[in-house]
């Protein structure tokens, strides 16, 4: 069975920070390009950042704009993401994503609410 579970969501003050976890089961990890996205209310869902199986890390700068970090624990089968520096604006569904390298599958986690106040 293929999970993909979120944690790490919260209520936070502006200026202050989270990590978010995503822990994946029941399919090739290794194989999976990761991500995340976000989706705030009335918006729709967008990109946040993404690392390929094979490496390197992909941001939505003009969203995260240096303050979110992506990183991946493939002995743990699970993908990180620090973030600091948090605005009002980041507040959203903040969702796990899993893509096979070409494209094929597609799995999503449930989400976890991220809400920072002003």
């Known amino acids: 069975q293929v999970q993909l579970v979120e944690s790490g969501g919260g209520l936070v003050q502006a200026g202050g920070s989270l990590r978010l976890s995503c822990a994946a089961s029941g399919f090739a990890f290794d194989n999976f390009n990761m991500g995340w996205f976000r989706q705030a209310p009335g918006k729709e869902r967008e990109f946040v950042a993404r690392?390929?199986?094979?490496?390197?890390?992909?941001y939505n700068e003009e969203s995260v704009k240096g303050r979110f970090t992506m990183s991946r624990d493939n002995t743990k089968r699970t993908i990180f993401l620090q973030m600091n520096s948090l605005i009002p604006e980041d507040t959203a569904v903040y969702y796990c994503?899993?893509?096979?390298?070409?494209?094929?599958?597609?799995?999503w986690g449930q989400g976890t609410q991220v809400t920072v106040s002003s």
């Open positions: 994503n899993a893509v096979s390298i070409r494209g094929s599958i597609n799995y």
């Open positions: 690392i390929p199986w094979n490496g390197g890390v992909t």
